[in-house]
C-alpha cells in the first residue's frame, strides 16, 4: 500500500470530518438530491464544527492552517461518504481565498467571520452562455461612475447560484481599448437589479444548485471592488492552478470510490456458478486500474506539496486535471459494466458515482483545454493552432 505522509493533526481532521458526514450530510443526500438544493443548515452545522475555511485567520473564526493538506482530506473524504454534490470546498477553498488574497482589511471584517460560519454561502461568477474558458469572450460590462460601478451582463452555470448570498463576479470594464481588462466585484444577494433564473436540472450532482444569475444596472459600491480595477484576468488565472488541483483531489477520490464498490460487488456476484471476481477479465480490469488509481495518487500528492511549497505551476495543474477527471469517468464506466444490469439501476451507487462523473471531464476547464495547456508547454509556438492564453 502507498504510504501517504498526513500528520496526525491531519488524520485527526479526517476521522472528524467523516463522523460530521455520517452523522449531519449523509442522511439528508437523498433528500436534497430530489429538491435539487442543499439545504443551507448543511453550512451552518459545518460553520459550528469548525468545517470551513479552515485556512482563514483566527480573527475571523478560522484556525490559521493554509497546509492544502488539510483541505485535501476534507475533499478526499466529501467524495468518498458521496457528498460531492453538497460541494462545500466550493465555497471554503475555491471562492474564499479570492476574499483572502485580494481582499481589503475593510472587505475581510465585512465578510470573511460570516463565510467561515456558514451564515453566508459563496459563489464565483465567470462563466457566460457564449464564453466558457476563453475570458477574453465575456460580454458582462461594468461601468465606472462616480461612486459606482454599473453592471450588465448574464452568468450560466454557476454553481451555489440558488443558496449564495456573495459573488464573485467577472466583468469587462474596458472593452472597446482592451479585451483583458476585466474587475473583480463582490455582489451581494439583495443588489438591486441582481436576480437569479432557474435551478438548472443537471444529468447529476443533483443536490448542487446550479443557477443563471442576471445583472441589470447593478450599482456596485467601489469597496466592493476586489483587488485592483482591471487586473481581475490576473487574478482569475493566479486561481486557476489551485481550482484544478481542487478538482483533482476530489475527482481521484470518487475514482477510488468506484473502484471499491465495484470490488465489493464482484467479490459477492456469481456469473454461471462462480463469483465474477474469479474469473481473468475482471482481475485484469481491476488489476489495470489499481494501478492507474496508486499512479494518479503519487502524483496528486506530489502536487499537493508544490503548491504548499508556491511552486505549482498551471501545466502540473493542468496535467493533474486531466488525468484525474477522465479517470474517475474510466473508473465509473467499468464499474457499471461489471455490475452488468445493477449498475443501470439508482439504488445501486455505481449508477450516480457515473453520472457525477461525467462533468468531471468538462467543467474548471475540459479535457481538451487541459490538453492545449500542456502541449503549450513543449510546442513550439510556430505549431500551436490559435492563441491559448486566455485559458
Not at 501517504?4 to 443526500?29: C, D, H, S, W
Not at 492552478?241 to 460487488?265: H, K, M, P, V
Amino acid at each position: 500500500m502507498l504510504k501517504r505522509n498526513f500528520t496526525e493533526e491531519q488524520q485527526m481532521l479526517r476521522g472528524a470530518y467523516r463522523k460530521f458526514l455520517a452523522q449531519e450530510i449523509v442522511p439528508n443526500m437523498e433528500f436534497w438530491r430530489e429538491q435539487g438544493i442543499v439545504d443551507r443548515s448543511a453550512f451552518l452545522k459545518a460553520g459550528e464544527n469548525g468545517f470551513l475555511m479552515i485556512w482563514a485567520d483566527e480573527e475571523y473564526g478560522g484556525l490559521g492552517n493554509d497546509d492544502f493538506r488539510f483541505e485535501q482530506v476534507i475533499i478526499e473524504e466529501s467524495a468518498y461518504a458521496r457528498t460531492t454534490d453538497w460541494y462545500g470546498t466550493l465555497h471554503s477553498r475555491l471562492v474564499g481565498p479570492y476574499l483572502a488574497r485580494f481582499g481589503t482589511k475593510e472587505q475581510l471584517a465585512r465578510y470573511l467571520p460570516k463565510c467561515v460560519s456558514g451564515e453566508m454561502i459563496l459563489g464565483v461568477a465567470m462563466t457566460e452562455p457564449d464564453a466558457g474558458s476563453d475570458l477574453a469572450g465575456m460580454r458582462s460590462v461594468a461601468v465606472e461612475r462616480d461612486d459606482h460601478w454599473l453592471l450588465n451582463g448574464s452568468k450560466t452555470y454557476i454553481s451555489n447560484g440558488i443558496n449564495g448570498d456573495l459573488f464573485v463576479v467577472a466583468a469587462k470594464t474596458d472593452p472597446e481599448n482592451n479585451p483583458h481588462a476585466i474587475t473583480l466585484f463582490l455582489v451581494e444577494r439583495e443588489m438591486e437589479g441582481f436576480e437569479r433564473g432557474r435551478n438548472l436540472s443537471k444529468m447529476g450532482m443533483k443536490a448542487q444548485d446550479t443557477a443563471e444569475l442576471f445583472f441589470t444596472d447593478v450599482k456596485i459600491p467601489k469597496q466592493n471592488v476586489l483587488g485592483e480595477a482591471n487586473k481581475g484576468f490576473y487574478y482569475l488565472m493566479e486561481g486557476l492552478a489551485e481550482e484544478r488541483l481542487i478538482g483533482a483531489c476530489g475527482y481521484l477520490s470518487a475514482a477510488q470510490l468506484s473502484f471499491d464498490l465495484t470490488l465489493e460487488f464482484v467479490e459477492a456476484r456469481k456469473v454461471f456458478g462462480k463469483v465474477l471476481s474469479s474469473f481473468q477479465n475482471t482481475q485484469f480490469k481491476l488489476a489495470e486500474l489499481r494501478t492507474e488509481l496508486d499512479v494518479a495518487q503519487v502524483y496528486v500528492d506530489q502536487c499537493v506539496a508544490a503548491h504548499n511549497d508556491g511552486e505549482l505551476t498551471a501545466v502540473d495543474a493542468a496535467k493533474a486535471k486531466l488525468l484525474t477527471s477522465e479517470l474517475q469517468v474510466k473508473a465509473a464506466q467499468l464499474g457499471v459494466q461489471l455490475h452488468g444490469g445493477a449498475g443501470y439501476m439508482d439504488e445501486y451507487a455505481i449508477s450516480r458515482q457515473l453520472t457525477d462523473a461525467m462533468i468531471a471531464p468538462i467543467y474548471a476547464g475540459s479535457s481538451e483545454v487541459m490538453k492545449m495547456i500542456i502541449s503549450r508547454d513543449f510546442l513550439s509556438e510556430k505549431y500551436m493552432p490559435f492563441n491559448t492564453r486566455n485559458f
